[in-house]
């Protein structure tokens, strides 16, 4: 009961600071990006905090996955390293004796995950997914950062505009130039503004500028010179009146729906807390390490495990979204895998003074051929 209450309390202390470590990361390079795609006119300023959270939301089961996995690894290593399980195994304790504590430290994580995985995180994806699609249905002229050329939302115009005049509607020095039927058209003109017609049309009317029309080179170049010129920016982006993703679906709109991406996707919540399990019973026979070596090895290979476990189930997932594989027939396999890897593992380190341990076997078959040599 000591031994457990002390591994807890480990594992708690080391959780806490390698989920300090991976989230400060993930928070880094969400903010990194974000804020790219913000200057970039591709997200609103404004929703930058907001997405921010709601991508953090989307990342969690993953960071919770990892710091249940290398937390475990960590402490039975230091053990290993420490020589107190070279204690443990001459009081004839047993390496099984680790899992109770293992789950009962595991146990919220698991939780946590599937909560995130089946609610949280479908919300986070529905909310990232309306914010984005709010500022894609806004004016094209209302989407430009300042100083910053930006292209429109259907990817035939290009607008700059040195700043803004006044409120949002109006800005001042723009330059248009639009791609239509092979034809190129560059506006200029000292400042504008977004208007509404009796047909409810959108217009941007710009004042005192320039029209270039065609090639300079070629006889049809035509140069106009104009007062009030009106341009039309009502168009929206196909992708913006697209279906939601099935990322933003709750659970329960993916089960009533039966569709490949559903199930596919499905398979990928479910899959979460799973890993959570099997990843931190993996990580008590693999921290197995030299008490006279290092362990920064172990923890390569353990993280390159878990990249090829999640990855696999990625391609299981696609599998399933692609209808290449029935759903029933993918959900399982990995998981099974792992278990008996973890099985594998466990037996491989508690039957290590067995005859028919497979290292004992080996090691006599090579003293017989070193023995038939010497003859």
Request: hydrophobic letters at 50%; glycine letters at 6%; proline letters at 3%.
């Amino acid at each position: 009961m000591i031994f457990e209450r002390a591994l807890r309390r480990e594992l708690m202390s080391t959780a806490g600071a390698v989920f300090t470590t991976l989230f400060t990361i993930t928070l880094t390079v969400m903010l990194i990006k974000i804020l790219g795609q913000a200057a970039g006119g591709q997200v609103s300023s404004q929703d930058v905090l907001a997405l921010i959270g709601f991508q953090a939301l989307n990342y969690m089961p993953v960071i919770l996955i990892l710091t249940g996995f290398i937390s475990v690894l960590l402490v039975v290593t230091r053990s290993y390293q420490d020589s107190e399980m070279v204690v443990w195994f001459a009081c004839g304790l047993s390496l099984t004796r680790w899992i109770k504590p293992v789950l009962s430290f595991g146990l919220p994580i698991i939780v946590l995950t599937a909560i995130l995985s089946f609610a949280a995180t479908p919300w986070a994806n529905q909310q990232s997914s309306q914010f984005r699609e709010r500022f894609e249905k806004r004016e094209d002229i209302a989407r430009v950062s300042p100083g910053k050329f930006q292209e429109s939302a259907t990817a035939d115009r290009i607008f700059f505009v040195e700043g803004l005049s006044g409120d949002a509607n109006k800005v001042k020095n723009i330059f248009v130039n639009t791609f239509h039927e092979g034809r190129n058209s560059i506006v200029v003109a000292k400042e504008g503004e977004m208007k509404v017609d009796a047909d409810g049309e959108k217009f941007v009317v710009m004042n005192q500028g320039r029209r270039y029309d065609g090639t300079p080179t070629q006889p049809d170049f035509q140069m106009i010179e104009f007062e009030r010129y009106g341009l039309s920016v009502a168009n929206q982006s196909p992708t913006a009146a697209g279906e939601k993703s099935v990322r933003a679906l709750q659970t329960w709109e993916l089960l009533s729906k039966n569709n490949s991406y559903s199930r596919g996707e499905l398979l990928w919540r479910m899959a979460l807390p799973l890993m959570a399990l099997t990843l931190m019973l993996l990580a008590i026979p693999l921290s197995f390490v030299n008490p006279r070596a290092g362990r920064s090895i172990g923890l390569l290979v353990a993280l390159l495990l878990f990249v090829v476990y999640s990855n696999t189930v990625s391609v299981f997932q696609s599998s399933v979204s692609q209808n290449r594989m029935s759903f029933m027939m993918a959900w399982w396999p990995v998981h099974l895998v792992v278990a008996l890897i973890v099985v594998g593992l466990f037996f491989w380190r508690l039957k290590v003074n067995s005859k028919y341990h497979p290292a004992i076997i080996w090691s006599r078959i090579r003293r017989g051929q070193f023995s038939k040599r010497q003859a």
